[in-house]
């Protein structure tokens, strides 16, 4: 039997004996014995050490490697230690959502802090208190440009990471939304696009913006906070709802999830944005609180009409950003995009045996032509404990030698040097 | 306006003539339903809608409703001052309160709604 | 308190950064901001002591006693949060699921999927879960997609229709809609249970399915459901079970064998993973053998003694860009490992059990919603008291003052002044006597004093807040 129930056998028959049955089989006579389990074959229950024991061989099975050069999205930035430390304490992380404000003041403030730090990064005047991840993002970005237009044409851009598409065609599957590729505005609810772009393109969305302006579609930025510590912002460039990404603020990258999903927008679309969102206001004392505000739009009161089916979000992620952001700080925040940007580039020099395959300037990751086939060279390497990217036909954004690479502050000079050597001496004997 | 003199729809909204247009808005019993209104969304002057449309959405803090047309017309002129004081709705949900003006409108629409008089017994019963 | 802003001071910061060992590089002026984003300038400790003391303004399972009905706030185990940090999980980057090149990279995150979608889909009867979605909301999204895709397949282009009852979560009819259904609501009739003669006056050729949760959210059982199982397969329409109340029935019975064809697992709730003040959450689809062909893509599947990814041929797609919240599922393999099935079973029976302990000892004080047997939780509605001046949210505010979390109060819609009270099997018997205690305390100062109600929570960091003006100023961002 497990440990986490305290009940034992004496406050069982004294908890019947007051309810009035006589056992607790007798607590479940409404379901009729022709439903009972046809199977329950499922494994012994065993001891909290055996439990660590069995993970523990499962984690050792995987191999995340010495040193990553991975992205395509995600990417292995360092975590500061207090990050951990203050998420964990147990009032944030064993709280739900604040249904009570009084006794969910510091979620409640966290989020409206959260909220900042997001506006004040993104130069945007709003944004929510967090949505799944980056890919759902896209799509409830989407929505809400139909909500705010009244249009049904999504533009997608080509800068935009093809598994958000993939994973926006699934959820609007039976939206009836028109879905084309490009950058034009016309009769468009949205223009979508990345930046910097899935394969590391840094562009200036500016003049796309005013076009869009003109044409009454909204500009959808999808941006990586980390290089908002240098490159344009989405609000700089006139976007109308920005969207991330957020694991790169101090989530690990744990195969997936818990990530965090960023949207912000203008005053203007507030209303038709998915999502919580707190607001300051006072208490009968007068003393500044917060609250969940503009609960109107949600499903919980809206129902079939809601802006979003959104209810968990992924509020202990936002407060890890929020965290991470505040221990990196104004000044931090840029040098840690200038030391992701720098060890980049210098890396991009290093790899003179290799095609470079962006035209313009990139931030911290970029495309290359290997003379090998990705996969081989990739294979080789994980062997020695590197994982040097992400070969681009395996998620169909480029041909059998081209291989993704991204760099954060982790690497340093000795380790890119070796990771320049290693994928040379992979790529060309 | 008068409610006196006012034509009524089972969903709580109230229409009148003024000066050529139908005005429409919410009763009072209505707002006081909803308690402190905090947010009115209002058509685009210039949409036509028919009976029964969902035109407009009033917001509380713990519900949203929509307004449907109490008769099919072209939406003439709305009440820009809910934006910025959507308490009109409920200090004063017959006058500076409106929502927004019919033009156009058939008449004849609002034969199959109630009056006064039984909007009132309407109203009473609802609560219960 | 002051914000983490007006605690920054210019030039002070948290962070020591190496010397830049590689020359540094700037991207040309016009594609950089034009200032640094204005994040707060603070040493480590005032951000640690900012953030501890925001902690202290709230209230966790480790606090105190949580009975949110719905939300199965039980404890959640420490060994879980110790396995999701392992290096082997926690740092493990999921575009290694991309490229095949890097299979040998995730056997044991592919092996775990692989175990905890088998051991999900027997606890419900069903023939295959997917750990993909995101939330228990997503769930429910995966799942009516699953639905529309089934119908498109079959060519039933007139099933357009789903039928959710009154007492459902919003996040029902909300996710029917995504999915380019209609809604169509019934009512509940007197017992708290589905309406059968109002469940067949609306279903009809055009329905796709009906969403149902088992209890259901009055936490009773659904005593037609295999009725309603029939008549809908009747009509090939399918029958979703929201997950939200499976902790009542682990052992007793499963969503699978009581006809439901597909479904969402709330493991955040069901499964002890920690609640994070509203997510992450985990909320994985379970599917029956007509919705097993098009389940989201890729699969973990066993191939050549190891595991592998394949997509089913008829998948709707992605939900998620790899494997949902991966890290919330290990949690929720922890919990499940230490339980086993005997263990799961027992769950379930404890946490009904507790509640109708708490039933047992609060019904004369307040009104019982319905007269049934309840299950995991008990509804109660608070209309006398309301007539007296108390209502609900009077007793959730005065619980807080108590040192407790408040239940569940306004939900669901269809009992006025509704209270419910979900105490989770993680409860000892002087954990709930205690509560019992106050609740009946405070059942007798509702009769004798009112007023003092309407202060209440006076104990609390702040009292209560204005959420009026909160939505008319709408500040949202310190800018």
Redesign the interface.
């Known amino acids: 039997m497990g440990s986490w129930i305290p009940a034992t056998e004496r406050d069982t028959a004294e908890m019947l004996a007051v309810i009035g049955v006589k056992s607790i089989d007798d607590l479940f006579a409404s379901i009729p014995e022709t439903l009972r389990p046809k199977s329950w074959n499922l494994p012994p229950g065993k001891s909290e050490m055996a439990v660590r024991n069995e993970i523990e061989r499962l984690a050792e099975k995987n191999v995340p490697g010495q040193l990553c050069f991975l992205g395509g999205g995600y990417y292995d930035h360092y975590v500061p230690s207090a990050v951990d430390a203050l998420s964990g304490r147990s009032e944030f992380y064993t709280a739900y959502t604040p249904y009570q404000p009084e006794i969910s003041q510091g979620t409640l403030q966290s989020i409206y802090e959260y909220q900042s730090s997001i506006c004040r990064l993104t130069q945007m005047e709003f944004a929510n208190a967090s949505l799944y991840d980056g890919g759902t993002a896209v799509f409830e970005a989407a929505t809400m440009a139909v909500r705010c237009t009244g249009r049904k044409r999504i533009v997608l851009h080509e800068s935009l990471n093809p598994r958000y598409v993939e994973m926006l065609r699934t959820h609007a599957a039976h939206l009836d939304l028109d879905f084309v590729s490009g950058d034009d505005p016309t009769d468009a609810a949205c223009v979508m696009v990345q930046n910097p772009a899935f394969l590391g393109d840094v562009r200036d969305f500016t003049e796309l913006g005013a076009r869009c302006k003109a044409a009454g579609a909204l500009l959808v930025v999808s941006f990586y906070p980390v290089s908002l510590g240098m490159v344009k912002t989405p609000g700089e460039m006139g976007a109308d709802i920005a969207i991330a990404e957020g694991q790169s603020l101090g989530m690990y990258l744990g195969f997936g999830g818990p990530y965090l999903g960023i949207m912000a927008t203008r005053k203007d679309y507030v209303r038709k944005m998915p999502g919580r969102i707190a607001g300051e206001t006072t208490d009968k004392q007068g003393r500044r609180g917060f609250v969940l505000t503009l609960q109107a739009r949600e499903q919980h009161i809206r129902r079939t009409k809601a802006m979003s089916n959104i209810c968990s979000n992924q509020a202990l992620c936002a407060l890890r950003a929020l965290i991470h952001m505040s221990l990196l700080g104004k000044e931090g925040f840029a040098r840690l995009a200038a030391h992701c940007h720098s060890k980049a580039e210098y890396l991009k020099e290093k790899l003179t045996f290799a095609e470079i395959l962006n035209q313009g300037p990139t931030f911290n990751e970029f495309a290359v032509r290997l003379p090998r086939p990705a996969d081989e060279v990739v294979r080789a390497l994980s062997d020695s404990g590197i994982i040097a990217g992400l070969p681009l036909e395996s998620c169909g954004a480029g041909g059998p030698s081209d291989l993704l690479i991204a760099v954060t502050e982790k690497h340093s000079r000795a380790e890119l040097d070796q990771f320049a050597a290693a994928l040379e001496n992979a790529a060309c004997n | 306006m008068n409610p006196d003199q006012l034509k009524y729809t089972k969903d709580h909204e109230w229409i009148g003539e003024d000066g050529g247009l139908y005005v429409v808005g919410i009763t009072a019993h209505a707002q006081d339903q909803l308690g ?1 209104v ?2 009115v ?1 209002l058509p685009a002057v210039g949409r036509a809608v028919s009976q029964g449309d969902e035109t407009a959405v009033v ?6 409703s ?1 307004i449907y047309a109490p008769a099919g017309g072209t939406v003439a002129e709305v009440n820009g001052a809910l934006e910025d004081k ?1 308490e009109l709705v409920n200090q004063d949900p017959y006058g500076a309160g409106w929502f927004f003006k019919l033009k156009d409108v058939d008449a004849s629409e609002l034969g199959g709604l109630m009056d006064a008089a039984a909007y009132a017994k309407y109203a009473a019963e609802s609560e219960h | 308190m002051q914000l983490i802003f007006e605690k920054s001071q210019p030039g002070r910061r948290a962070i020591r950064w190496d010397t830049l060992d590689v020359p540094e590089k700037k991207l040309p002026a016009d594609l950089c901001r034009a200032e640094a984003a204005a994040l707060p300038e603070m040493a480590e400790i005032d951000v640690v002591r900012h953030f501890t003391h925001l902690s202290q303004r709230n209230v966790g399972i480790d606090d105190t006693f949580y009975p949110l009905g719905s939300c199965t706030m039980k404890y959640n185990p420490k060994v879980a949060e110790t396995v999701a940090a392992l290096p082997g999980m926690a740092r493990l980057h999921p575009h290694l699921s991309t490229s095949t090149a890097y299979n040998g990279n995730v056997q044991g995150a592919y092996e775990l999927i692989y175990e905890l979608e088998r051991e999900l889909a027997e606890i419900a009867g069903m023939q295959a879960a997917s750990i993909q979605p995101i939330a228990g909301a997503h769930g429910e999204l995966t799942g009516t997609l699953l639905m529309a895709a089934y119908h498109r397949d079959r060519g039933n282009t007139h099933k357009d229709t789903i039928i959710v009852p009154d007492s459902a979560h919003g996040t029902n009819p909300a996710s029917a809609n995504i999915a380019g259904f209609k809604v169509v609501e019934i009512a509940s009739n007197a017992q708290g249970l589905t309406d059968l003669d109002g469940f067949k006056a609306a279903l009809n050729e055009n329905t796709a399915g009906i969403m149902m949760t088992c209890p259901n959210t009055h936490g009773l059982f659904e005593k037609d459901i295999a009725e309603i199982a029939k008549l809908c397969h009747e009509v090939d329409a399918l029958l979703y079970y929201d997950g939200a109340n499976l902790n009542a029935i682990m052992g007793e019975c499963r969503p699978g064998d009581l006809g439901f064809d597909v479904m969402h697992y709330n493991l955040h709730k069901t499964f002890a993973t920690p609640h994070g003040m509203g997510g992450p959450g985990c909320g994985p689809v379970g599917v029956g053998k007509r919705l097993l062909p098009y389940l989201p893509g890729p699969r973990v599947v066993k191939k050549d003694g190891g595991f592998a990814l394949e997509t089913p041929e008829k998948s709707i797609g992605r939900m998620a860009a790899f494997f949902g919240n991966y890290l919330i599922a290990v949690r929720a393999y922890a919990y499940l490992r230490h339980y086993g099935g005997e263990g799961l079973h027992d769950v379930s029976r404890k946490a009904v059990l507790n509640a109708n302990y708490i039933f047992a000892r609060l019904k004369d004080a307040f009104e019982p919603a319905f007269d049934g047997r309840f299950m995991h939780e008990c509804v109660f509605t608070a209309s006398k008291q309301a007539e007296g001046g108390v209502r609900a949210m009077d007793f959730a505010k005065a619980l807080l003052d108590e040192g407790y979390h408040a239940p569940t109060v306004y939900f669901p819609l269809t009992v006025p002044e509704c209270l419910m009270i979900e105490p989770t099997e993680t409860e000892s018997k002087e954990t709930l006597d205690a509560f019992c205690d106050t609740m009946l305390k405070l059942a007798e100062r509702a009769k004798t004093d009112p007023e003092s109600f309407k202060e209440a929570p006076k104990t609390t960091s702040v009292s209560r807040l204005d959420e009026v003006k909160a939505a008319k100023d709408l500040n949202c961002a310190c800018l």
């Open positions: 402190d905090t947010y969304e917001e509380s803090v713990k519900a949203a929509d959507p």
